[in-house]
């Protein structure tokens, strides 16, 4: 079990009816197998976790993690809860939100190089929300200041949003495997500007500033 503390993947847990929850780690994945939470499990198996052996088999214990469970324990209430779901904001998320561009010259940087600019300033009543926070490359972020990019002309490259339940827990993964990119983009409409950029990525390589 050891060999699993480092272990790059997580599991994607769903509930019955398929609706993506969170990534779990295998203490989390084992726990859940164990219990009889497990309802069905898509996509490859991950990883096998050995117990103890049966004084009367004499067989060992094993449990088969798979990339994606799905299992109990959903509130009833929880579907009217998501539509009204507002992620918490961090820079992390931001920036994979943003795909690690600077929304305002459009190249990409690592997140060391990336600042949280806030659309309409503080000073001037903006506010530290989705809707008014980009990713800004130092440089961009200094040249702005406390002005507008309307007063800075410096157009932004695309409208700051709030990403929705299903975008939320895709830019929450890291290391996200075939089968489970491919399951949570059923989830997200193709005219998500995360899918778009996705898109535009793979179409043609971005300028990259190390």
Not at 10 to 22: H, V
Not at 130 to 141: F, H, I, T
Not at 152 to 168: G, H, K, Q, T, V
Request: one cysteine or more; glycine letters at 6%; charged letters at 20%.
């Amino acid at each position: 079990m050891n060999n699993l503390i480092n272990f790059p993947h997580r599991t994607l847990r769903i509930d019955t009816t398929g609706l993506p929850l969170e990534w779990i780690d295998f203490k989390e994945a084992a726990k859940l197998y164990s219990v009889g939470d497990v309802v069905y499990t898509l996509g490859d198996n991950l990883y096998s976790i050995r117990g103890g052996i049966n004084a009367k088999s004499g067989l060992r214990s094993q449990i088969n993690i798979n990339s994606i469970v799905a299992t109990r324990g959903r509130s009833k209430h929880f579907q009217q809860k998501l539509s009204d779901f507002t992620p918490p904001l961090n820079n992390q998320t931001l920036f994979k939100r943003d795909d690690h561009l600077c929304l305002y010259c459009g190249s990409q940087y690592s997140k060391r190089e990336l600042t949280r600019d806030h659309v309409t300033p503080i000073s001037r009543g903006g506010q530290d929300m989705w809707q008014n926070v980009v990713s800004a490359c130092k440089r961009c972020n200094n040249i702005k200041g406390g002005k507008t990019p309307e007063e800075a002309s410096m157009a932004l490259l695309a409208i700051p949003f709030a990403p929705s339940y299903a975008e939320y827990i895709l830019l929450q993964g890291r290391n996200i495997l075939a089968d489970q990119m491919s399951f949570l983009l059923s989830h997200i409409p193709k005219s998500s500007p995360i899918i778009e950029r996705m898109h535009s990525k793979e179409a043609s390589p971005l300028i990259s500033k190390n």
